[in-house]
């Protein structure tokens, strides 16, 4: 059926009739329908009226559970749905008010609501879409006065107290304002917003500080960008390579320029500066490899590879042997395992990963004497070379779990291993095992009862 073609043949008396029938029958209609017929004059108003109501509606003694969030925020998005329509249509100021008539109750939303879901999050994030879309295509088609209030709008928005705390949308809402940074007023009134937010910072204690401070050097950044200071920015860069997203920019674009040499000294100076920081060396080593790759430098490609195998990284292992020929890699994969197996009494995952890539089913047999209960899945990979070892070994877990096990769930459990047993041991083994359980724990009438229904 074409809906809104037979729609569109009602006459007017027609369609108020079922607008009205409609609004009858469910109350969020009818909010709908008044939000669409409300005045310009009073949009922004009675968005965030609208906004609160459906919010109020789905508290609980002051709180929203986490079932009710999606609930209380229908009026932010129909208010969305609206700043998208009026941005369609070239209004961008009252889309920029629309939009931040719901980021700014949103934000608010965390203190009395349960965001487990990331709902409160995701409206906040299509608001800042909604800012950013609207404050671009304001530079294109509205007159100077408009932008400089836009931009006054959401720098205002930005450096209220409502966000502190929640530092990461303070800082969206202000790269929305670097989009006006071409306009000389706007970028002094933001430099100068983002100055003194540094000020600020650099006398605070928090924890969080060093984040802040990469945080605001990135939104200087984006303005130098922005505005093609190509030279300023490359310098700004430089100058906070303490920060590890702008010591990536640098390495980034000293690759891209093909100075391979520099790039490298910036990766080793990184690994050197953030010593304490595993994921932050590990992003240094890739990128040094991505240099060496380039410079088609095998041995160095190696040499981080393995070091990357000894750091369980899965991917890193059929890079290097790549690297190698048939011949070579011979002592090569006798020598990780060696590494591994004297480097501590534990085998790491990636040890097992590496042992079924190899098809070395001593090294899978010695994984699962250090972790029996691998026996469960690794059994078939060792059937061929060690069927007397898995039946040992399997028949042990098995009796451990068994012992382990004091409730129906457990004995349920124990009783879905016995069918991978009967798999790997044979169906004799299999029986001899449920009556020697039967057995021993005649006693635990649920257990015996599980058992039963596994043996029939």
Known sequence: MDLHKKVSKLTKAELVELVMDLIDGDENVEKKVEFKLISPNDEVKASKQLIRQYINENKRRGFISWRNVHAALQGAEMVLDKGRDKLVNGEEETAIRLGIAVVSIAIDMFQYADDSGGDIGYIINQSITLLKDASSMALLSTNHRVQDNMFKLILKEATHKRYDGWDDTRYELLDVCTIYSARSTARQKLEETLDKLLREISTSSSWSSDDDQQSIKELQL??????????????????????????EKAIEKEMANGNYASALKICEDGEENDSNFPGLIKKWKEYRLQVYEALEDVDKQKEVLIEFVYDNQYEAYGKLKDLYSPDEWKPVIEGIFAEFENKSGYL??????????ENQSDKILKYCEQSPSTILELYPYLLDDYKDKVEDMFTGYIKWEAEEASERKEYRHVCRKLKAYEEACGESKFCDMVHELKQTYQRKPAFVSELEKVEK
């Open 222 to 247: 984006k303005i130098l960008e922005r505005n093609g200071e190509s030279e300023k920015a490359e310098q700004l860069i430089r100058d906070n390579m303490d920060f590890d997203e702008f010591r």
């Open 348 to 357: 790491p995952h990636v040890y097992e990963y590496i042992a079924k890539a």
